[in-house]
T-cell receptor
Framework: EDQVTQSPEALRLQEGESSSLNCSYT??????LFWYRQDPGKGPEFLFT???AGEEKEKERLKATLTKKESFLHITAPKPEDSATYLC?????????????FGTGTLLAVQP | GAVVSQHPSWVICKSGTSVKIECRSL??????MFWYRQFPKQSLMLMAT?????????EQGVEKDKFLINHASLTLSTLTVTSAHPEDSSFYIC?????????????FGPGTRLTVL
């Protein structure tokens, strides 16, 4: 069964304290892996798409990397405004063409 | 670009009434739209996939007669919760895939908070 697991469930950082969020996936084949940011009471905001192992994408303080089994979202020198829930989703090969499988998210809190 | 809107952003209704939620892609055409629901501190659960001009595909366990989906144009999909009950209270989020876009490239609306009294 296709599955996505995110860790940790929650993470509290001090402003400027860099860290990484993990997204482990089990799929028969990967068409794409997606990172989203979700603020409370809002819909997810698209951050990155990764397609193949070894690929990296960057946006401001965020950098996403991908291996054959997991993806990391690295946050460098985070600021309080980076506080949000970060969701990872995968699009497996086969199955329903458009169906994303989401992890449960990592709730990030950055304290000033 | 790739902006998706939802209306209303929140709604409170009495048990037994029906509620319609609109999802619009504002600056692109979307052949496929998706409806999710999200319970507190949980991830998104796909309810149905909606393709313009055809019937929606519902996920297992989702009652198609209770959650009516219409995708009449390339920029509008609606979700109607019929005969709503308190257990239908949730956060409903739509997403849209741009026409010609990679199948995974979904852009989400801001969500609609439904409370059924």
């Amino acid at each position: 069964e296709d599955q996505v697991t995110q860790s940790p469930e929650a993470l509290r950082l001090q402003e400027g304290e860099s860290s990484s969020l993990n997204c482990s996936y089990t799929v028969s084949g990967l068409r794409g892996l997606f990172w989203y940011r979700q603020d409370p009471g809002k819909g997810p905001e698209f951050l990155f798409t990764l397609y193949s192992a070894g690929e990296e994408k960057e946006k401001e303080r965020l950098k996403a990397t991908l291996t054959k089994k997991e993806s990391f979202l690295h946050i460098t020198a985070p600021k309080p405004e980076d506080s949000a829930t970060y969701l990872c989703a995968v699009l497996p090969v086969g199955g329903a063409t458009n169906k994303l499988i989401f992890g449960t998210g990592t709730l990030l809190a950055v304290q000033p | 670009g790739a902006v998706v809107s939802q209306h209303p952003s929140w709604v409170i209704c009495k048990s037994g009434t029906s509620v319609k939620i609109e999802c619009r892609s504002l600056d692109f055409q979307a052949t496929t739209m998706f409806w999710y629901r999200q319970f507190p501190k949980q991830s998104l659960m796909l309810m149905a996939t909606s393709n313009e001009g055809s019937k929606a595909t519902y996920e297992q366990g989702v009652e198609k007669d209770k959650f009516l989906i219409n995708h009449a144009s390339l920029t509008l999909s609606t979700l109607t919760v019929t005969s709503a009950h308190p257990e239908d209270s949730s956060f409903y989020i739509c997403s849209a895939r741009p026409f010609g876009g990679f199948v995974g490239a979904q852009f989400f609306g801001p969500g609609t908070r439904l409370t059924v009294l």
